[in-house]
């Protein structure tokens, strides 16, 4: 029998407000959901959740029977931003996730996830991480199945960190806009001719990003603050086989802002109830953002082609 392959619920990278992040979390809690990351990954300018917020919010959901990570930023621009790692790093209630470098020498051995904005593209660059202390693995976006599959095989996994006595688990970035690049300017804001440290907090004004298009009027990228996204939404509801072959038993479903507590639910009756994965994935298209769905990435194609018809 094929071990159930958990729903790991990705940080939210859009800013929304607080009460609808409250709402949003109160869904996920009653979910299929095992794993929820939390925490502000982007931009360090929202302040709509407080450190204390976010592990109240923490505490509410390990109460409702889910693992709690603590994601850190992908891009640290400032003293306040190191301030700000340190005191998430010194907390010892939940498992952090770490986005950048700069993470890993705040977690000082201790166990801690690798997200996937961290460089991982070789099996010895895996190992240097675990021996850091890095007890799961969340693949760069960009990496195919095939290649996760190389770098921690399923029958010859890399041994856990100092701190673990397992081998370090893999997951993969399953659904949502792909995070391609970050950059110290922001996007959102140039776009509405203002300076970045005066934003005037634009970014909540588009709750999925701000959608890119080329000339010709197709959906290209999303701009998402200082992150820039791909227009069209990962989606590898059909690829189960694939991800046990590649020794994933994890996948990463990144939020959107509606109807998120159907693409849960949907992901799990396909990866492990056994439903109709065609059609998931068209149900699935039907409520997509601009850009539809792809899979290229995880298929050693170009990302924004699919491998189905």
Same mark, same amino acid.
């Given at each position: 029998?094929?071990?159930?392959? /958990?729903?790991? %619920?990705?940080? %939210?990278?859009?800013?929304?407000?607080?009460?609808?992040?409250?709402? &949003?979390?109160?869904?996920?809690?009653?979910?299929?959901?095992?794993?929820? %990351?939390?925490?502000?990954?982007?931009?360090?300018?929202?302040?709509?959740?407080?450190?204390?917020?976010?592990?109240?919010?923490?505490?509410?959901?390990?109460?409702?029977?889910? +693992?709690? %990570?603590?994601?850190?930023?992908? !891009?640290?621009?400032?003293?306040?931003?190191?301030?700000?790692?340190?005191?998430?790093?010194?907390?010892?209630?939940? !498992?952090?996730?770490?986005?950048?470098?700069?993470?890993? @020498?705040?977690?000082?051995?201790?166990? &801690?996830?690798?997200?996937?904005?961290?460089?991982?593209?070789?099996?010895?660059?895996? +190992?240097?991480?675990?021996?850091?202390?890095?007890?799961?693995?969340?693949?760069?976006?960009?990496?195919?199945?095939?290649?996760?599959?190389?770098?921690?095989?399923?029958?010859?996994?890399?041994?856990?960190?100092?701190?673990?006595?397992?081998?370090?688990?893999?997951?993969? &970035?399953?659904?949502?806009?792909?995070?391609?690049?970050?950059?110290? @300017?922001?996007?959102?804001?140039?776009?509405?001719?203002?300076?970045?440290?005066?934003?005037?907090?634009?970014?909540?004004?588009?709750?999925?990003?701000?959608?890119?298009?080329?000339?010709?009027?197709?959906?290209?990228?999303?701009?998402?603050?200082?992150?820039?996204?791909?227009?069209?939404? /990962?989606?590898?509801?059909?690829?189960?086989?694939?991800?046990?072959?590649?020794?994933? @038993? =994890?996948?990463? !479903?990144?939020?959107?802002? /509606? =109807? &998120? *507590?159907?693409?849960?639910?949907?992901?799990?009756?396909?990866?492990?109830? *056994?439903?109709?994965?065609? +059609?998931? @994935?068209?149900?699935?298209?039907?409520?997509?953002?601009?850009? *539809?769905?792809?899979?290229?990435?995880?298929?050693?194609?170009?990302?924004?082609?699919?491998?189905?018809?």
């Amino acid at each position: 029998m094929n071990a159930r392959i /958990q729903l790991t %619920v990705g940080p %939210v990278l859009y800013y929304w407000p607080r009460k609808t992040l409250i709402d &949003f979390y109160g869904e996920v809690a009653d979910s299929p959901a095992d794993t929820v %990351v939390l925490g502000e990954v982007v931009c360090s300018r929202r302040h709509e959740m407080k450190h204390d917020d976010w592990l109240a919010l923490a505490r509410e959901l390990a109460g409702c029977g889910k +693992e709690v %990570v603590l994601a850190s930023q992908a !891009l640290l621009e400032s003293e306040s931003d190191l301030r700000d790692l340190r005191r998430l790093a010194s907390q010892d209630e939940f !498992l952090v996730e770490a986005g950048d470098a700069s993470a890993l @020498r705040a977690m000082a051995g201790r166990p &801690f996830v690798l997200g996937p904005h961290v460089n991982v593209y070789s099996r010895p660059a895996l +190992e240097e991480h675990a021996s850091l202390g890095a007890i799961r693995w969340v693949a760069p976006v960009e990496l195919s199945l095939e290649a996760i599959g190389l770098v921690n095989p399923p029958d010859a996994p890399v041994a856990g960190g100092p701190c673990a006595d397992t081998p370090i688990a893999t997951e993969v &970035f399953a659904f949502g806009r792909l995070p391609l690049a970050f950059s110290a @300017r922001c996007f959102t804001a140039r776009h509405y001719h203002l300076n970045k440290d005066e934003c005037g907090f634009r970014c909540l004004e588009h709750p999925d990003g701000l959608l890119l298009s080329t000339g010709e009027g197709a959906p290209f990228l999303t701009l998402n603050g200082i992150q820039t996204q791909s227009a069209a939404q /990962q989606c590898l509801i059909g690829d189960a086989a694939a991800i046990r072959a590649a020794g994933a @038993r =994890r996948v990463r !479903l990144s939020p959107v802002a /509606q =109807r &998120f *507590g159907e693409v849960l639910s949907t992901f799990d009756q396909v990866l492990n109830g *056994g439903a109709d994965a065609a +059609e998931a @994935r068209a149900s699935l298209a039907a409520m997509s953002l601009p850009g *539809g769905l792809v899979d290229g990435f995880a298929h050693r194609r170009p990302g924004l082609e699919r491998s189905w018809s």
